[in-house]
């Protein structure tokens, strides 16, 4: 009798714990809460940078989520809005905000250039000049001759200035003094 009530209490023990410890998660999205120093909570864990986007990707990877709804958007930062989105846009989900009851897509307030490089144009790219000698003791490069102009072909580098090294006296070698070694002693 009494290894079946034991049995019973240590299986409502682990039911309750978790229930307890279970991801916030609601609708596909994990439920993130704003905490001091710029650091969130998200059911008995409070995280940092670093630490969200780990929790993000494992639940990403194991439970699927689609997105991450910022709770209480009204007392976040700029910073924990920032960190959310772009959390969310390196894991690919979808990003939310609370604002008084009501959710809504959560607009980066901060957002960082993404614009790619804009693209080579072969027709636009100018000659490169030799670059200027950098002593007198450098030699011009030899100026080269302009490749014929086409559609597909850049322009070839300038050669690089050769330069010659400068010119040193050599520093005499002082000879060491040798201690006399002496013959054995039998």
């Given at each position: ?12 023990s ?13 609708d ?19 995280l940092?940078?670093?630490?969200l ?8 990877d194991t ?10 958007g ?10 959310i989105?772009i959390?969310?846009k ?6 939310f905000i ?7 897509p959560?607009?980066?307030p901060?957002p960082?250039?993404d ?21 007198g003791?450098?030699a011009?490069a ?9 559609d ?10 050769i ?13 060491t003094?040798v ?8």
């Amino acid at each position: 009798m009494r290894k079946s009530i034991a049995a019973a209490v240590a299986v409502l023990s682990l039911v309750a714990v978790s229930a307890f410890a279970r991801d916030p998660i609601r609708d596909g999205r994990l439920q993130i809460s704003p905490a001091k120093n710029d650091r969130f909570e998200a059911a008995e864990y409070t995280l940092g940078k670093a630490e969200l986007y780990g929790y993000v990707s494992d639940l990403k990877d194991t439970k699927k989520i689609t997105g991450i709804l910022l709770m209480h958007g009204d007392k976040s930062t700029d910073m924990q809005k920032h960190l959310i989105a772009i959390t969310a846009k390196a894991q690919q989900i979808e990003a939310f905000i609370d604002l008084d009851g009501k959710v809504q897509p959560l607009v980066d307030p901060t957002p960082t250039p993404d614009a790619p490089p804009p693209a080579l144009d072969n027709t636009t790219v100018a000659p490169v000049a030799p670059a200027a000698p950098v002593s007198g003791d450098t030699a011009p490069a030899p100026a080269a001759a302009p490749a014929p102009a086409s559609d597909n072909a850049m322009p070839a580098p300038a050669a690089p200035p050769i330069q010659t090294p400068p010119a040193t006296t050599p520093t005499p070698a002082v000879p060491t003094p040798v201690p006399e070694s002496k013959p054995p002693e039998h």
